[in-house]
């Protein structure tokens, strides 16, 4: 139960003030930009994005600045503004095999079709602090070799070869699919199939689902996973424009995929077979693609037969708590005056103590 606090407007306000110092910081140096925030801390910038649903690189940055780097207050405060903005229409589903690659790599295959490529990756550094980051200005020396991606072809999946062999399961839609839900629009329920846990996982928290990952590579799941695919690049927004009767880019935006290739034991009417986890985020989110596949291919547990032994396995254990912003709401309303609930329990603990030690007195007599 909540109650009002009276009187307390003024010293709202002051708090407010107090949180634009603070953010602000040394009013001698300079401030800090959203346009720096979004060329500098796009990492960032792409996690804010993918779990406030919203692809708009200056938002998530101006969201940044606003939370003072919170990148949970800044995914809140996206996703609040998210549910002012008018829907108008749907866009195709993109085609990730036609991205324009900056990154792909495959640690199931060495040689695959269109050839592993590196790109940046924090993968083979040393995890020292660079003390010639402190000069600021410092131009750097590989900012004269950074090249803009060229026309590329399609590079296919790497998991298309074990298809073509009838190796890996393969989800294919058919006429009679229906519609995927609308987490966004329709509250999340179960039994909830795999087209609503997988827009769950791209909401989720990172954290959480990092966590979930790791444990079901501990023995919490049984799957046994390899990185597939991973790819980072661009891909082409295109929508049906009903007056044109074709469809049309309307634009490009940066994603992350992941396909995890999993071991599956098969059954009386499926052979032995590998199965898949599937991963997708805004930008350059390579550790939340994959924590996300995991975590998919653990949660299919129930539809490919398999026994549920694991909080990683249950789909409402999972979704219901992997959500940063719900999370966020419950723990941090513990911060709000519970003073008439805190009241009422104290009471009671009090009449049970009075008549506990009343019959221990009466015992003792």
Same mark, same amino acid.
């Given at each position: 139960m909540y109650v009002a606090v009276k009187g307390g407007e003024r010293a709202i306000e002051r708090s407010w003030?107090?949180?634009? !110092?603070?953010?602000?910081?040394d009013q001698g140096l300079p401030e800090l930009s959203v346009s720096q925030i979004r060329e500098q801390l796009r990492l960032a910038v792409a996690r804010v994005m993918t779990e406030g649903s919203v692809y708009d690189e200056e938002l998530a940055s101006l969201?940044?600045?606003? &939370?003072?780097?919170?990148?949970v207050e800044a995914i809140f405060l996206l996703r609040a503004?998210? /549910? /002012?903005?008018?829907?108008?229409?749907? /866009?195709?589903a993109i085609d990730t095999e036609k991205m324009c690659? !900056?990154?792909?790599?495959?640690?199931?295959?060495k040689d695959i079709p269109g050839g592993q490529?590196? @790109? @940046?990756? =924090?993968? =083979?550094t040393q995890r020292l602090l660079d003390f010639k980051l402190l000069a600021e200005g410092a131009a750097s020396d590989s900012s004269k070799n950074i090249?803009?991606?060229a026309k590329q072809d399609p590079m296919p999946r790497v998991l298309a070869m074990l298809d073509k062999e009838g190796l890996i399961e393969q989800e294919r839609a058919h006429a009679d699919t229906p519609e995927p839900g609308d987490i966004t629009r329709e509250p999340l329920t179960f039994p909830a199939d795999r087209t609503v846990r997988l827009q769950n996982l791209a909401r989720a928290d990172e954290g959480f689902l990092l966590a979930m990952g790791y444990a079901t590579q501990r023995g919490y799941s049984h799957t046994h996973p390899f &990185? @597939? !695919?991973?790819?980072n690049g661009e891909v082409a927004v295109e929508m049906d424009i009903e007056e044109l009767g074709f469809p049309i880019e309307i634009g490009d935006m940066e994603v /992350? !995929?992941?396909q995890m290739i999993n071991q599956f034991a098969g059954s009386g009417d499926v052979p032995p077979t590998f199965t898949q986890g599937y991963g997708l985020a805004f930008g350059h989110s390579e550790r939340k693609a994959m924590a996300m596949a995991l975590v998919d291919r653990s949660l299919r547990a129930p539809d490919l037969g398999e026994t549920v032994a694991s909080p990683t396995q249950d789909a409402e254990f999972v979704l219901s708590h992997s959500d940063n912003v719900e999370a966020s709401g419950f723990v941090q309303h513990l911060k709000l005056p519970h003073y008439v609930d805190f009241q009422s329990e104290l009471e009671l603990l009090r009449r049970l103590r009075e008549g506990r030690e009343k019959e221990q007195l009466e015992n003792a007599a």
């Open positions: 003030d107090l949180l634009a !110092e603070k953010r602000r910081g969201a940044i600045k606003q &939370a003072a780097g919170d990148l503004y998210r /549910t /002012t903005l008018p829907r108008f229409g749907y /866009t195709l690659v !900056e990154r792909r790599i495959s640690a199931a295959f490529m590196l @790109g @940046g990756t =924090y993968d =083979y090249a803009h991606l &990185a @597939g !695919e991973i790819r /992350t !995929e992941c």
